[in-house]
């Protein structure tokens, strides 16, 4: 019988038994922590973060009767009650298979990792985002647009100005400074003039919790390193061929380590998958790059000159609207993450 984990004591065993599979122990975040005891021992466990199943851990003893359906089906039961349509789970790509038998469909995997869903939702997506999809030469740019800056407009005139069409692909993860609503809008009126650019949002699918959590946390240890590079499969293996997209179009990174060692990431994994990557020079003013931290340390101390020099007009009419003013408000202890 599963049951869940709240005493420390018992939280204490699903962090033996899980580093005993060789796995790093998570503790941010969870929602829920299950396991089943056999003869007062922990012998399974898994966890829920949102929608993202981890930590799912069977005694080697035990790994032969259906205690990993159990534990599974009841955090997709508690996913579900919480409201999640989707669940996702990361996974060694030699587990895959178990998963697959529980009604997961494999989105990526890499020589480290897979990367799992429950609920179909990526099929869905792909049906979404159909009537936006043209014909012909098509590339793409990946932005979390925090919000859109002069620096952003630059990559994406020349990344629209070397294709028919480009794919502006709008990181949907509400963790920056600006919700993605707003960041959504401006990248829209902020590209209006551009008729061959096509704002899509990326769901679940492109640099978010399920697929590179590090982003929003900053670092690029080994960790970070294997989800830049499941993203990025997941992008070339799955969302590029759905979209015809033969290019990636990404801006040099002069300050960040984290979207550095992405574009690093991106010139390993991507060309291997048909995409093609292209990095363009960043817009400098006043001999720094143009970048959204420069634009959030403006708002923080109220330098309106300063965003007038950093963002387009319609951007800086939201900064300086009501609505704008109660992010900078929340930017007033610190500058956020993230470009």
């Not at 005891?37 to 993202?52: C, D, K, Q, S, Y």
């Not at 587990?95 to 799992?116: M, Q």
């Not at 993203?231 to 990174?253: Q, S």
């Not at 390993?268 to 420069?294: F, I, K, N, W, Y």
Request: proline share 5%.
């Amino acid at each position: 019988m599963v049951v869940p984990l709240v005493g420390s004591a018992d939280v204490a065993r699903a962090r033996a038994l899980v580093e005993a599979q060789g796995l790093r122990w998570e503790p941010a975040g969870l929602d829920d922590v299950v396991g089943v005891f056999e003869g007062g021992e922990l012998v399974a466990t898994g966890a829920r973060a949102g929608g993202v199943l981890k930590l799912v851990a069977i005694d080697e003893d035990h790994r032969s009767g259906g205690l990993l359906g159990e534990v599974v089906g009841e955090l997709v039961r508690l996913g579900l009650a919480a409201g999640h349509d989707g669940l996702f789970v990361f996974t060694k790509p030699e587990h895959a298979g178990s998963f697959e038998a529980l009604a997961f469909r494999l989105l990526a995997a890499t020589a480290r990792v897979a990367l799992l869903e429950h609920g179909g939702r990526f099929e869905a997506w792909l049906e979404r985002c159909r009537p936006l999809r043209r014909p012909g030469d098509a590339a793409a740019v990946v932005m979390n647009c925090n919000p859109f800056t002069l620096g952003h407009r630059h990559l994406v005139e020349e990344a629209a100005r070397r294709c028919e069409t480009l794919y502006l692909f709008v990181v949907e993860e509400d963790r920056s400074a600006f919700p993605f609503e707003a960041r959504r809008r401006l990248v829209r009126e902020g590209t209006a003039d551009l008729p061959n650019v096509v704002v899509v949002d990326t769901g679940p699918y492109a640099v978010s919790a399920v697929t590179f959590p590090a982003y929003f946390l900053g670092g690029a240890d080994d960790a970070a390193r294997a989800q830049m590079e499941l993203d990025l499969t997941l992008f070339g293996a799955r969302i590029a061929p759905a979209f015809g997209i033969r290019r990636r179009f990404a801006g040099t990174e002069p300050y960040c380590e984290t979207t550095r060692a992405y574009n690093e990431a991106m010139k390993r994994t991507l060309p291997p998958l048909g995409v093609e990557l292209v990095e363009v020079e960043r817009l400098a003013r006043g001999g720094a790059a143009v970048s959204a931290s420069a634009v959030r340390a403006a708002l923080a101390r109220d330098d309106v000159a300063a965003l007038a020099a950093l963002v387009p007009p319609t951007t800086l009419a939201y900064l300086l609207s009501d609505e704008g003013r109660a992010v900078r408000a929340r930017l007033a202890g610190g500058t956020g993450r993230h470009a």
